[in-house]
């Protein structure tokens, strides 16, 4: 056999060892878990087989997940929100995004450092600040009193729109990155011959530079959507204690509740709620390759 | 160079000026193009033949000057405005539609009714042998079908001025000079103006009813292929266009048709027609081209403009014409160039033979001016 071949088949074999380590593997512990009951020990779930060697599965937890409304309105709101910050990302992004990919080389690297800046500090620490600016006496409130807007402070701390401007401020970066990506890639030959060819401007934009973005589109509202879906710190420091989002319920289950069932069973959901949206993305996107 | 301005030139260039920050692209074009030329723009890279033709389609916005179509002003007129189409150097065809599709933008930006586009979709694409293509997506095809995929694409809309940009570049020989043709009738045939870009001088020659030499954002001679083939007004244009022997020489004497030239690299005087005023003892640049000179075994005939002898130094067989360069007893080379009339097997001259080379006192020209 050919060395070259050896080669070609462990480097295309890491990906995939890749995936089964980080991400088979782990998912099939959680849905063993999720099929097991919760017990006071440790670990805190049954086993899946019992003394006798009998397989044992329970599907109560994914039961009661299904049965408690409770459970389908913190899916949909972290659906809601999640989508919300996706859409506000990419009014942000794609602007900025097509405003660095068309200014001048040296402006470029600069407004692209700007972009991964914020990367240099903990994401952590830039959560907490926005809460020292959306306090009633934080910076923000503090400017529309002083300048007469508004005479009582407005409460946006511990609320949806605080969250919303978290996950947005948090995420812009990864949807602003690769649409820069596509739209810097793109002929502007291509825009000038559509305007030559009686398109106006605006008709230019929505006839070619945006199909020929719609990769980094797709790209980024994906890189923004799954974390934002997830998110934990954000909720937790800005969401305050009603706003519940699935990822505070996850991880109240997992370490306040310690059940590790019902936990698993609603990371598996979450999970789902994921995979349905990509893979439709998925399948368009091999449908717009297909037919022009 | 400013021409006399024409009542009724279709095209209308005055002044037009480009320049991208310090840099000089275009610098004062002044043009006439009348309607249903064939007007060819020839030019080294870089030269600012695709920035002029840039503002002509409204991508590009001139300095100063300014241009009219028809009657109309433009230069302020946004691209979509303008009766104008161009070919791109770079194709531009839109990756994410069809051969199909791309062809038919135009005509639908026109909102022109979908039987009609059909209808007009086919008969281009039928112009450009494009048939079997039609449901291809750009990047299944060739470079050559790409590039007929794009002037489809511009042809589609019959504008009253059409730009092409280098339209043949990437095209085999066969197949640029069949298009050479097609495009040469597609503007018998819809009366469109054509302004076309190159640098491959032959390609000029052959499709232009006139030609604009262009170097460094000015243009140095713009007049039919013929009067800058054989009247080239410097020694830049004499260059660019086809291969041309050019000899300094300082003028020993000024007749009322022929001067003399003494030239030291041809290492005899130079007789040469010359109707323009010419004065004793001015610098001047004898120029001929290879066709011109008659390669000779024996010796010839008195009544010549010059006669001079070498030794072959090289020589190339062409199919239709053999090329020799000759070594002059001045260390000077010269380029002449001989139809293949006869087959045959032997050489006419060989490697290192004696020859004779000579010219007719018209054959040769003179070029005043330093460039
Ligand atoms: N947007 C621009 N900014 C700065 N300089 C430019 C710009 N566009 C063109 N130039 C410069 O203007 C000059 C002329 O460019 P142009 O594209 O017109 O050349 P050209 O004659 O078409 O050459 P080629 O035969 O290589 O296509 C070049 O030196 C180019 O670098
Ligand atoms: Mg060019």
Same mark, same amino acid.
């Given at each position: 056999?050919?060395?070259?071949?050896?080669?070609?088949?462990?480097?295309?074999?890491?990906?995939?060892?890749?995936?089964?380590?980080?991400?088979?593997?782990?998912?099939?512990?959680?849905?063993?878990?999720?099929?097991?009951?919760?017990?006071?020990?440790?670990?805190?779930?049954?086993?899946?087989?019992?003394?006798?060697?009998?397989?044992?599965?329970?599907?109560?937890?994914?039961?009661?997940?299904?049965?408690?409304?409770?459970?389908?309105?913190?899916?949909?709101?972290?659906?809601?929100?999640?989508?919300? =910050?996706?859409?506000?990302?990419?009014?942000?992004?794609?602007?900025?995004?097509?405003?660095?990919?068309?200014?001048?080389?040296?402006?470029?690297?600069?407004?692209?450092?700007?972009?991964?800046?914020?990367?240099?500090?903990?994401?952590?620490?830039?959560?907490?600040?926005?809460?020292?600016?959306?306090?009633?006496?934080?910076?923000?409130?503090?400017?529309?009193?002083?300048?007469?807007?508004?005479?009582?402070?407005?409460?946006?701390?511990?609320?949806?729109?605080?969250?919303?401007?978290?996950?947005?401020?948090?995420?812009?970066?990864?949807?602003?990155?690769?649409?820069?990506?596509?739209?810097?890639?793109?002929?502007?030959?291509?825009?000038?011959?559509?305007?030559?060819?009686?398109?106006?401007?605006?008709? =230019?934009?929505?006839?070619?530079?945006?199909?020929?973005?719609?990769?980094?589109?797709?790209?980024?509202?994906?890189?923004?959507?799954?974390? =934002?879906?997830?998110?934990?710190?954000?909720?937790?420091?800005?969401?305050?204690?009603?706003?519940?989002?699935?990822?505070?319920?996850?991880?109240?289950?997992?370490?306040?509740?310690?059940?590790?069932?019902?936990?698993?069973?609603?990371?598996?959901?979450?999970?789902?709620?994921?995979?349905?949206?990509?893979?439709?993305?998925?399948?368009?996107?091999?449908?717009?390759?297909?037919?022009? | 160079?400013?021409?006399?301005?024409?009542?009724?030139?279709?095209?209308? &260039?005055?002044?037009?000026?480009?320049?991208?920050?310090?840099?000089?692209?275009?610098?004062?074009?002044?043009?006439?193009?009348?309607?249903?030329?064939?007007?060819?723009?020839?030019?080294?890279?870089?030269?600012?033949?695709?920035?002029?033709?840039?503002?002509?389609?409204?991508?590009?916005?001139?300095?100063?000057?300014?241009?009219?179509?028809?009657?109309?002003?433009?230069?302020?007129?946004?691209?979509?405005?303008?009766?104008?189409?161009?070919?791109?150097?770079?194709?531009?065809? *839109?990756?994410?539609?069809?051969?199909?599709?791309?062809?038919?933008?135009?005509?639908?930006?026109?909102?022109?009714?979908?039987?009609?586009?059909?209808?007009?979709?086919?008969?281009?694409?039928?112009?450009?042998?494009?048939?079997?293509?039609?449901?291809?997506?750009?990047?299944?095809?060739?470079?050559?079908?790409?590039?007929?995929?794009?002037?489809?694409?511009?042809?589609?809309?019959?504008?009253?001025?059409?730009?092409?940009?280098?339209?043949?570049?990437?095209?085999?020989?066969?197949?640029?000079?069949?298009?050479?043709?097609?495009?040469?009738?597609?503007?018998?045939?819809?009366? &469109?103006?054509?302004?076309?870009?190159?640098?491959?001088?032959? %390609?000029?020659?052959?499709?232009?009813?006139?030609?604009?030499?262009?170097?460094?954002?000015?243009?140095?001679?713009?007049?039919?292929?013929?009067?800058?083939?054989?009247?080239?007004?410097?020694?830049?244009?004499?260059? *660019?266009?086809?291969? &041309?022997?050019?000899?300094?020489?300082?003028?020993?004497?000024?007749?009322?048709?022929?001067?003399?030239?003494?030239?030291?690299?041809?290492?005899?005087?130079?007789?040469?027609?010359?109707?323009?005023?010419?004065?004793?003892?001015?610098?001047?640049?004898?120029?001929?081209?290879?066709?011109?000179?008659?390669?000779?075994?024996?010796?010839?005939?008195?009544?010549?403009?010059?006669?001079?002898?070498?030794?072959?130094?090289?020589?190339?067989?062409?199919?239709?014409?053999?090329?020799?360069?000759?070594?002059? %007893?001045?260390?000077?080379?010269?380029?002449?160039?001989?139809?293949?009339?006869?087959?045959?097997?032997?050489? *006419?001259?060989?490697?290192?033979?004696?020859?004779?080379?000579?010219?007719?006192?018209?054959?040769?020209?003179?070029?005043?001016?330093?460039?």
């Amino acid at each position: 056999m050919h060395k070259g071949h050896t080669w070609e088949r462990v480097i295309t074999a890491i990906p995939y060892l890749w995936l089964f380590l980080f991400f088979l593997l782990p998912f099939a512990i959680i849905l063993k878990i999720s099929l097991a009951d919760p017990v006071i020990a440790q670990p805190p779930f049954t086993p899946m087989f019992d003394e006798q060697g009998n397989l044992s599965v329970s599907f109560d937890s994914f039961i009661f997940l299904l049965t408690d409304k409770l459970y389908a309105i913190t899916y949909f709101k972290s659906v809601m929100l999640a989508a919300s =910050a996706t859409m506000l990302c990419l009014l942000l992004g794609f602007p900025m995004a097509y405003g660095i990919a068309r200014s001048e080389p040296t402006t470029r690297s600069i407004l692209l450092l700007l972009i991964v800046l914020p990367f240099w500090i903990s994401f952590l620490l830039r959560v907490y600040a926005w809460m020292g600016l959306l306090n009633n006496y934080g910076v923000i409130n503090n400017m529309l009193m002083w300048i007469g807007a508004i005479d009582q402070p407005i409460q946006f701390m511990y609320t949806d729109f605080a969250m919303l401007i978290g996950m947005t401020y948090s995420y812009l970066p990864f949807m602003v990155l690769p649409l820069y990506a596509t739209l810097e890639r793109m002929d502007l030959d291509l825009v000038d011959a559509a305007q030559d060819l009686g398109a106006t401007r605006t008709g =230019a934009f929505w006839d070619i530079t945006w199909p020929l973005a719609r990769p980094g589109v797709i790209a980024g509202c994906l890189l923004v959507f799954i974390p =934002a879906m997830g998110e934990y710190v954000i909720p937790y420091l800005l969401g305050g204690g009603e706003s519940l989002l699935i990822g505070r319920v996850l991880f109240d289950e997992f370490f306040v509740a310690r059940d590790w069932p019902l936990a698993s069973s609603v990371a598996i959901v979450l999970l789902l709620i994921l995979v349905v949206p990509i893979m439709l993305l998925q399948r368009y996107q091999a449908r717009d390759a297909e037919n022009a | 160079m400013i021409e006399a301005a024409n009542p009724d030139s279709f095209i209308r &260039i005055r002044g037009v000026s480009k320049h991208f920050g310090d840099f000089v692209a275009v610098d004062d074009i002044n043009l006439d193009i009348q309607k249903g030329e064939l007007f060819a723009i020839l030019g080294g890279s870089g030269c600012g033949k695709s920035t002029l033709l840039r503002m002509l389609a409204g991508f590009e916005e001139p300095t100063s000057g300014t241009m009219e179509i028809d009657g109309v002003d433009v230069t302020r007129q946004a691209p979509y405005e303008r009766p104008v189409n161009m070919m791109f150097q770079s194709y531009a065809i *839109f990756p994410h539609m069809n051969v199909e599709k791309n062809i038919a933008y135009g005509l639908r930006k026109e909102r022109v009714a979908a039987n009609e586009v059909d209808e007009r979709v086919s008969d281009v694409i039928r112009l450009v042998q494009l048939d079997d293509f039609r449901a291809r997506k750009p990047d299944q095809l060739s470079g050559g079908q790409r590039q007929r995929v794009a002037l489809a694409r511009a042809l589609i809309k019959q504008p009253k001025v059409l730009l092409l940009d280098e339209p043949l570049a990437a095209l085999d020989k066969k197949l640029r000079e069949h298009t050479q043709f097609e495009l040469m009738n597609i503007q018998d045939e819809l009366g &469109i103006t054509f302004i076309v870009v190159t640098h491959d001088q032959e %390609e000029a020659m052959t499709l232009s009813t006139r030609i604009a030499v262009m170097d460094r954002g000015r243009f140095l001679q713009v007049g039919p292929p013929k009067e800058i083939y054989e009247y080239p007004k410097s020694r830049f244009v004499a260059d *660019f266009i086809g291969t &041309i022997n050019t000899f300094e020489g300082r003028v020993t004497s000024a007749g009322d048709e022929t001067i003399s030239v003494d030239c030291p690299d041809v290492g005899v005087e130079v007789r040469a027609l010359c109707t323009e005023d010419v004065k004793v003892g001015q610098d001047v640049c004898v120029a001929v081209r290879p066709e011109k000179i008659f390669i000779s075994r024996e010796e010839p005939e008195e009544d010549e403009g010059v006669r001079v002898r070498g030794i072959v130094d090289d020589l190339g067989y062409l199919g239709n014409l053999s090329l020799y360069r000759i070594h002059l %007893e001045t260390g000077r080379m010269i380029q002449v160039s001989r139809q293949n009339r006869r087959r045959s097997h032997k050489r *006419f001259v060989e490697w290192d033979d004696k020859v004779w080379l000579s010219w007719r006192p018209r054959s040769a020209m003179i070029i005043q001016g330093d460039d």
